[in-house]
C-alpha cells in the first residue's frame, strides 16, 4: 500500500511537471475571462456589422481565439447574441427593478432611474446593445422577442406595479402612465437613436435632456 502511495504521488508530480495539469482544462477563472472576451468580441462585430452580416469567425478572431471555442459557450450566433443581451443588460434591469420596488417618492425613483440609464447605459458599451436591438429587431423577430421577454417586459412589469401605487397615493393624477409605461422608456430611446445617427453633428445632454421630458411627463416639480 505505501508504495504504490509513493508511485502514485510520483506519477502526479510526473505529470504536474509536463503540464498534465493544464491537460485538464483551463480553471474557471480562466473560462470565464475566455467566455467574456467572446462577448466582447461579438458585441463588437455585431455592432460593425450588423447580426446578419456578422460571422463567428470574425468574432473568434476579434477575441483570439479558435472558432471551435466558441461552440465550447454557446450553441450558434443566436444563442451568442441572446446572451449578450443578458450578459449586458441583466444588472441593469436588475437596478431598474430594485428602484421600482423601493417605497420611495415617485420623483425620487424617477431621478435614480435616470442616473442609472446615464450611468449605466448612455454612458457605457450596452447602448450598443440596445441600438442593436432597434436597428435589428424587426428583422430577426426572435431575437425582438428574447429582448422584450427578458429585458422590457421585466422592466414594465415593475413599472406598472409601483404607478399603481403612485396613482393611490395621488402621485400622478390619472391612469394614463398605468396603461402605457412604454411612454417612460421614449427620452431612453430618443437618447440612444440621437447618438447613434446625431450626436456628431449635434451632441445630446442626457440627462437634463430626460430630466425635463419627465417634469412634462409627470407634471411641473414631480421629477425633481
Avoid at 62 to 72: H, S
Wanted: without cysteine; aromatic residues 8%; charged residues 30%.
Amino acid at each position: 500500500m505505501a508504495k504504490a502511495l509513493v508511485r502514485a504521488t510520483r506519477e502526479a508530480g510526473a505529470r504536474r511537471a509536463r503540464g498534465g495539469l493544464a491537460a485538464r482544462g483551463p480553471a474557471p477563472g480562466a473560462k470565464a475571462t475566455r467566455r467574456d472576451a467572446i462577448l466582447a468580441a461579438a458585441l463588437d462585430e455585431f455592432s460593425a456589422r450588423g447580426f446578419a452580416a456578422a460571422r463567428l469567425d470574425d468574432v473568434a478572431r476579434r477575441a483570439g481565439v479558435a472558432k471551435g471555442t466558441i461552440y465550447l459557450y454557446f450553441k450558434d450566433k443566436e444563442a451568442l447574441f441572446q446572451e449578450l443581451i443578458l450578459f449586458q443588460l441583466n444588472p441593469v434591469v436588475g437596478a431598474f427593478e430594485a428602484a421600482l420596488g423601493s417605497d420611495l417618492p415617485l420623483a425620487t425613483i424617477v431621478d435614480r432611474a435616470v442616473d442609472i440609464f446615464v450611468r449605466e447605459v448612455y454612458g457605457t458599451r450596452r447602448k450598443l446593445v440596445m441600438r442593436l436591438i432597434i436597428s435589428e429587431g424587426s428583422r430577426f423577430p426572435a431575437l425582438a422577442e428574447f429582448y422584450y421577454r427578458e429585458v422590457l417586459a421585466r422592466i414594465l412589469e415593475a413599472a406598472r406595479a409601483r404607478l399603481r401605487r403612485a396613482r393611490e397615493r395621488g402621485e400622478i393624477p390619472d391612469d394614463t402612465l398605468i396603461r402605457f409605461p412604454q411612454l417612460l422608456g421614449a427620452a431612453s430611446v430618443l437618447a440612444i437613436v440621437w447618438h447613434g445617427l446625431f450626436d456628431r453633428f449635434e451632441p445630446l445632454d442626457v440627462r437634463p435632456m430626460m430630466r425635463a421630458y419627465f417634469d412634462r411627463l409627470l407634471g411641473p416639480g414631480r421629477a425633481t
